[in-house]
């Protein structure tokens, strides 16, 4: 019954959407990364992008406005990991904050002895455990370029990844995945991706997902969809795991599959 009330408000928000032909288009042309989606696929991306806007607040901080146009290339985005897991999967949490450029957090941690420290961290983006996404506008504007670097995939990635907790590279698995396979393909990457950064060999991955297991599912989550050969090539087990995950092959759909 829920269902079917869902439906038919979702049907109801999409029908009434007022983003225009020129719009998308011009949204589309600027996102190199959704070339090789199907026609399907593109409705149902604009679909998920029309639920996106209507449910979240967009806002600006430091004075950036946050215009219709900026809004729908960060959801577009935001939605193509979520392309065949549905708007719910965002579910939870409600507003994305756009920064200019860069910006700086501080944050009060205490030690095992007790003791306060003020940490410091310049940032492009974060994702707060039902809170919001914060984004960096500067990083965002051609974060759909393909450079195997995607600023917004890789914190809506930490969202899917809060659905159970907090951040820990371990999202609810669907009913037809094997844990263990998750946990052997994850963890093993991990340890060898570790490794691979501290002898300065570089295979096309950021570093930075060698921080922790939350930021190697960020990290890799952003290779996925940008540069998937990379992660077929190096950890085919894990990108195995991400296509039964994200419920997409980006390596057909970018016609690279050899
Ligand atoms: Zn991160």
């Avoid at 310049?122 to 990083?139: C, H, R, Y």
């Amino acid at each position: 019954m829920f269902d079917f009330f869902f439906k038919w408000r979702h049907r109801r928000i999409i029908r009434r959407s007022s983003i225009s032909e020129k719009q998308w288009q011009d949204a589309f042309s600027s996102l190199p990364l959704l070339a090789g989606i199907n026609a399907k696929e593109k409705q149902q991306l604009q679909e998920l992008t029309i639920l996106f806007l209507h449910y979240k607040a967009f806002e600006g901080a430091q004075g950036f406005v946050v215009t219709q146009s900026n809004a729908l290339i960060i959801a577009l985005q935001a939605c193509l990991p979520i392309l065949n897991l549905g708007i719910n999967s965002f579910s939870g949490w409600y507003s994305v904050i756009v920064y200019p450029a860069g910006f700086v957090t501080r944050r009060v941690t205490t030690d095992e002895s007790g003791v306060e420290h003020v940490v410091h961290s310049n940032l492009a983006g974060e994702s707060w455990q039902k809170g919001p996404v914060v984004l960096a506008w500067d990083d965002t504007e051609n974060a759909g370029i393909i450079d195997g670097h995607n600023l917004v995939i890789h914190e809506f990635a930490h969202k899917l990844d809060m659905q159970n907790g907090v951040a820990n590279g371990f999202p609810p698995l669907h009913a037809e995945m094997d844990t263990e396979l998750w946990v052997e393909a994850f963890s093993a990457g991990y340890k060898d991706f570790q490794q691979k950064c501290e002898k300065g060999k570089h295979i096309g991955i950021n570093c930075y997902a060698a921080t922790d297991p939350a930021e190697f599912f960020a990290g890799l989550s952003e290779v996925f969809f940008e540069h998937p050969e990379v992660i077929f090539r190096h950890y085919n087990n894990i990108y195995d795991q991400l296509r039964l995950y994200y419920r997409q092959d980006p390596l057909l759909r970018l016609g690279r599959k050899s």
